[in-house]
């Protein structure tokens, strides 16, 4: 890419972002939605200015990363921990009910071949905890209980998400039932959840220790952007590089880590502060690149809405993958409907990582354009309207 252009689609999105997020913020509409749009417009699905390449994935990357970590130091493990059996519930019923049904309806309802058929429920098990969380930053609800569940959820929703994709793909290129590749990647996703906390630890008392003696002024967000970017390579190493070049495995390990390592800093409250004030004005930056990246991604001009086909697919699996979502809040005991509701509705958008799993299919000839299209269409849907919903349910909550 010309380095003149990449400044002039820098400045496309920065600027395209931070225009439609505060316009769509002073209609009382979350400001993510602002930034999505954005990516809409300047994308092929709109003008065709920008195209998606590799140098914006990795600032879109990073800006993910820096929201994860923000919502990190943010969030109390003790309340993580209480409302970690209700994460699990929302989870595991959150993932297995739209793999199933959805991957049933394919095989035996529109007679899809078995690949394509798990292919289709793995993409509709996908939950974007970038687009909740930030959702719910921008209504200043990431502290509630409701964002714990969430928060929890998500993390155990993603992890499940990347095991199912790298056993499919294994099964899509290779006919065979292989738990070789499952496993590694299985493990390799418990080792860093159980290391991440002990090394963020670690890296804190550090931190805080020589930020005291520091001569050079930026040391706290310096060391955090390196660890960052360390992670986010050692995670894409390791992840599944013969399956899928590490891509959808290592986005999750690496946000897999970046959170518990946020955590791990909270407990000095004075060094939490000067942690979050050296980091905020950076992740304020990267942030909206990532979400203006999301609808980039989204390609509205392969879908043929004159095809009755495509809207008998495109309205089953819609329908599926919001009850799908929805339906592990329901098995929750003790709270309201509202909060329920709260919920279920916060682990619906697929995001970028239900167009990963789509492009990953279309890609390696596993989808066809017609199915990839009725995919594209449920993402987005999934994605635009949940923001609406969630701020309203608040407000009625509220109320």
Request: no cysteine; hydrophobic share 55%; charged share 15%.
């Amino acid at each position: 890419m010309d380095v003149h252009n990449f400044f002039l689609i820098l400045f496309l999105i920065l600027i395209s972002a931070r225009i439609l997020g505060e316009v769509f913020a002073r209609m009382g509409i979350p400001s993510v939605l602002g930034e999505l749009s954005a990516g809409i417009l300047l994308g092929v699905s709109g003008l065709g200015l920008i195209e998606v390449n590799d140098v914006l994935k990795v600032l879109a990357e990073i800006g993910i990363l820096l929201l994860l970590f923000e919502i990190g130091l943010d969030t109390d493990i003790q309340r993580l921990k209480e409302a970690g059996s209700k994460s699990i519930i929302v989870a595991l019923f959150g993932a297995a009910a739209p793999f199933t049904v959805s991957a049933l309806v394919s095989y035996y309802l529109f007679d899809l071949t078995l690949v394509v058929s798990l292919f289709i429920g793995g993409t509709l098990t996908a939950t974007s905890i970038g687009i909740t969380m930030r959702v719910l930053k921008d209504l200043e609800k990431e502290h509630t209980d409701i964002a714990q569940v969430v928060i929890g959820a998500a993390v155990i929703d993603d992890i499940m998400g990347v095991i199912i994709l790298v056993f499919i793909y294994d099964y899509a290129i290779t006919q065979e039932l292989s738990l070789t590749n499952t496993l590694n990647t299985t493990m390799f996703i418990i080792l860093f959840l159980l290391l991440a906390p002990i090394f963020a630890n670690f890296i804190s008392s550090f931190m805080k220790k020589f930020d005291e003696h520091a001569r050079v002024p930026g040391l706290i967000p310096t060391i955090i952007i390196s660890l960052i970017s360390i992670f986010a390579y050692l995670s894409h190493l390791f992840g599944a590089p013969e399956i899928l070049g590490s891509f959808a495995a290592g986005i999750a390990l690496s946000r897999r880590f970046i959170l518990p390592f946020g955590m791990g800093l909270r407990s000095d409250e004075v060094f939490l502060s000067k942690v979050k004030n050296a980091i905020n004005p950076i992740a304020q930056m990267f942030t909206p690149i990532f979400f203006v990246m999301v609808g980039l991604s989204m390609n509205l001009r392969v879908i043929d809405f004159s095809s009755i086909k495509f809207w008998t697919f495109a309205l089953v699996f819609l329908v599926i993958a919001i009850i799908g979502k929805y339906i592990g809040a329901l098995f929750l005991r003790g709270i309201s409907r509202v909060k329920k509701a709260l919920i279920g509705i916060s682990m619906i958008p697929r995001g970028e990582v239900g167009l990963i799993f789509a492009e990953v299919g279309r890609v390696n000839g596993i989808l066809d354009n017609e199915i990839y299209a009725v995919l594209i269409f449920v993402i987005i849907v999934t994605t635009v309207a949940p923001p609406f919903i969630l701020k309203w349910l608040f407000k009625y909550e509220k109320a």
